[in-house]
């Protein structure tokens, strides 16, 4: 029987006994080993009654078995539902219960907070530790390690991954096989990835960039992963020359770049770092290359969409650019008003369509048709530019944009130039509430370490590179900028903060 994202991705290394993880302690599980706990998971969750479309929602620590889950929902057939593990138990209620999961899999340590949540929701739980042990294993132990795999179409759903949820209720992106076999197929063509290859992946698996990129790409391909729990900056430090590649968010690179033992000798073996899920500072382009000769590669991808642009693995990578649109990916900036296309070189929102687009938002069919058109294009929310050389540029996100007496603000703009001052190390740029203005713009910028920055240095030079409007009316020293896992800057944290400065 016919099942794309099976077959593709795991069913092709049945039997195989060559590597496929590496584990933080050293041991070595092929293809064969992990395809057979995949199987046993998968004989445990169809003998508990559930069927194919079923959803299983699974909020543990990242290891070989939570990626089994993974595996085994794909085999079966079942919608495979991961979820941040910082998630409170309140958090979670809304994603068991708004998904409709039959099974709940969750940490040993986390059964006593969560059994409420899963009763209400007629949900039933199971356990399953980082070390391997729970509930789910003690089941799995007696099971058979063949599972005949469940026929499945490329339309079919694979996964729902819930947005962050800042400007209200998390939404929850259905996606298809064929949307993550396209951009599994797409990128280990686009970055060269071969059977080869060892990622050194330190990423969560609750997120896009560690489950459906990291490691879909390695499985298509056939390489192996050190897989590794967290960042670990000893770790990350003591496994790489074993490896080829890594892909990271932003702070994995700016934390290697200060370890005196980051140097190009142990980065010799490396062919590819890749950087996502944040924009990475232009000052850590340079710096790393300096380091270890090494250019980092930046993409652009989302939760409803995976990846959808990538500097070239060959040619410049231009340092605050996302790059060119993926193979078979159709990229416009749009008026956010009109929906009309804007010649290069204006700033609108991004648009994009290709088979790497979500299928809609469960349950939610009005916000489904608010962003996507039925033509197919998928409004972002981000706002960005294409450059003259056709390179994307993303300038912030539309609900971070400043409306200010009229104009309007972009924070990415300002950013740059507070970026470029001396003693900055990074900053924010949010709008507050004014009683004149309506909005006007706030800076927060975070120091280098041992820099006391010149706040009236700065707000002089800024006078000399950015229109009036463009100003911030009041710039603060903060030691560090809130983000989330994935190391965005949660700036509506940063506007609840700064909300009353003008009050």
Known sequence: MANPLYDTLFGRHAGQTTPFLITADEKTITHDAFLKMAARFANV?????????????????????????????????????????????????????????????????????????????????????????????????????VFDTVERSADDLAAFLYTSGTTGRSKGAML?????????????????FTKDDVLLHALPIFHTHGLFVATN????????????????????????????TMMGVPTFYTRLLSDARFTPELTRHMRLFVSGSAPLLADTHVQFEQRTGHRILERYGMTETNMNTSNPYDGERRAGTVGFPLPGVELKITNPATGATLPDGEIGQIEVRGPNVFKGYWQMPEKTREELREDGFF?????????????????????DLIISGGYNIYPKEVELVLDDQPG????????????????????????????????????????????????????????????????????????????????
């Open 45 to 145: 969750l169809s003998g508990l009654g559930l069927t194919a479309g079923d959803r299983v929602a699974v909020q543990v620590e990242k290891s070989a078995g939570s990626l089994a889950i993974y595996a085994a929902c794909a085999q079966a057939g079942f919608v495979f539902l991961p979820l941040n593990t910082a998630y409170t138990a309140d958090e979670v209620s809304y994603f068991v219960e708004n998904s409709g999961a039959r099974v709940f899999v969750c940490d040993g340590a986390k059964r006593t907070a969560l059994e409420p949540v899963a009763a209400a929701c007629n949900a039933m739980l199971e356990t399953l530790n980082a070390d391997g042990s729970g509930t789910l294993s003690d089941k799995a132990a007696g099971q058979p390690d």
């Open 176 to 192: 298809t096989q064929g949307n993550l076999l396209s951009n599994a197929e797409t990128l280990v063509e686009h970055w060269r």
């Open 217 to 244: 790409v390695c499985l298509h391909c056939g390489a192996a992963m050190i897989f590794l729990p967290k960042f670990d900056q000893d770790a990350i430090v003591h496994f790489m020359p074993r490896a080829t």
């Open 379 to 399: 409004i972002t929310g981000d706002l960005g530019v294409i450059d003259p050389d056709g390179y994307v540029q993303i300038v912030g996100r539309n609900k």
């Open 424 to 503: 900055i190390l990074e900053s924010a740029v949010i709008g507050v509430p004014h009683p004149d203005f309506g909005e006007t713009v706030v800076g927060v910028v975070v120091p280098e370490t041992g820099a006391t920055p010149d706040l009236d240095a700065i707000a002089a030079a800024i006078s000399t590179s950015l229109a009036r409007f463009k100003h911030p009316r009041k710039l603060v020293i903060a030691d560090e900028l809130p983000r989330n896992t994935m190391g965005k800057v949660q700036k509506n944290i940063l506007r609840d903060q700064y909300k009353d400065a003008f009050s």
